[in-house]
């Protein structure tokens, strides 16, 4: 009987943001709750981050704790999910190796996230080697754990399809069903697949300084919330609004549920209630971002409770980083094992290789 091990993570380039919790974290927990898996891995990928950080890799050193804090802060368990850092688990970089052999360069060229990044990132003609194969780094981090299920955001997708063609490739090569092929799990939610920034960008993105950060203080939260993108043409509250590309109904499709209604603003029964008053005009912006404002520190309190228990603990958080990279890098030993047995490369292994030549050169 086949196992569901789940496999997801992020890099630490910074702390995480709300960008992050409906993509991703949120159903994390959720699944984490259901115990419908077997096993479940959360990568700090800190190798990764560091394609395209070279040049400050104290950023990273940084961010590790912080990344790790909001995963503890967010409800991640580590007696049910094993959590590790990518860099401290070496088996991933020699799978990396491997791998290499069986893509192209024209097709990490055609991967829509990499040329995506590249563009954002500015690289032009000067892009680091290691981010332009982190795609093939991705596949190893996903086939090291045998991962069958990857939680992910929309943009990552061509990623998941690219350690699938390389499972096949793989597995086709050495003619044996070593690697197992992952399947990308979206948000249901389809507004999380991509949360906008604040300033109505099409992604909330650190680099850009238009996130919610999970760690924010309630003034903080409350100054963004209330200087929000929302509808440019409405001026005055009697105005009719548009709802599309406005940040303020965009969060509150991915956040709030009837009962936050009931709670605070109960003149309304639902969310389509409210959005067909602002459409007609007659509903200003400030009323809907003070109810955006509740919705949201309702959600970010526990989890900022937490995370002050959590700090006053940080031993025992690198503890836990540390647990979890031990038993991750027993599991991907195994697999790395098997990759070698299959690639016929296991030479002080393989006996009868040994018996072989010790009966060739015999005499």
């Known amino acids: 009987m086949s196992k569901n091990i789940i496999l997801t993570g992020d890099r630490p380039t910074g702390k995480l943001h709300l960008g992050h919790y409906v993509g ?22 800190d190798a990764q981050a560091l394609t395209d950080n070279a040049d400050n890799p104290n950023k990273i050193r940084e961010n590790i704790i912080e990344v790790a804090l909001d995963y503890l802060s967010v409800g991640l368990n580590p007696d049910k999910v094993t959590i590790f850092i990518q860099s401290q688990v070496p088996e991933l970089t020699e799978l990396t190796f491997f791998y290499m052999n069986l893509v192209t360069v ?18 032009n003609t000067s892009i680091p080697v290691g981010f332009m194969t982190y ?42 069903e070593v690697l197992v092929e992952p399947k990308a799990v979206l948000p249901d939610n389809e507004v999380c697949l991509r949360l906008p920034g604040t300033d109505g960008k099409a992604k909330m993105s650190k680099s850009l300084g238009n996130c919610i950060y999970l760690s924010d203080k309630t003034e903080d939260v409350k100054k963004k919330v209330m200087s929000m ?14 709802i599309e590309g406005n940040c303020v109904f965009t969060y509150l499709d991915a956040f709030c549920t009837d009962e936050h209604f009931t ?36 959600v970010l309190n526990p989890i900022r409770e937490n995370r002050k228990m959590y700090e006053n603990k940080i031993e025992e958080v690198y503890n836990i980083l540390e647990e979890g990279c031990i038993k991750a890098k027993e599991k991907a030993s195994t697999t790395l094992k098997e990759v070698k047995e299959a690639m016929r490369i296991n030479y002080f292994e393989d006996k009868e290789l040994i018996k072989s030549h010790i009966e060739k050169y015999k005499n």
Do not use: C, W
């Open 24 to 45: 991703s974290l949120r159903e994390r927990v959720k699944i984490q709750e259901s115990n419908n898996y077997d096993e479940m891995y959360i990568m700090i990928a």
């Open 106 to 123: 024209s097709r990490l060229e055609r991967n829509p996230t990499v040329k995506s990044e590249i563009k954002l990132r500015d690289f």
């Open 135 to 176: 795609p093939i780094s991705q596949a190893a981090d996903i086939t090291a754990f045998k991962a069958n299920i990857v939680p992910v955001g929309e943009d990552q997708l061509p990623m998941i399809e690219q350690t699938r063609e390389i499972v096949r490739s793989f597995n086709n090569t050495y003619k044996k």
């Open 229 to 242: 993108y929302t509808d440019p043409d409405h001026i005055k509250i009697d105005d009719p609004g548009k």
């Open 263 to 298: 709670k605070y603003l109960s003149e309304y029964k639902n969310l389509d209630e409210l959005k067909a008053h602002y459409q007609k005009g007659g509903l200003g912006d400030v009323k809907i971002k003070k109810f955006l404002f509740n919705v949201i520190e309702e």
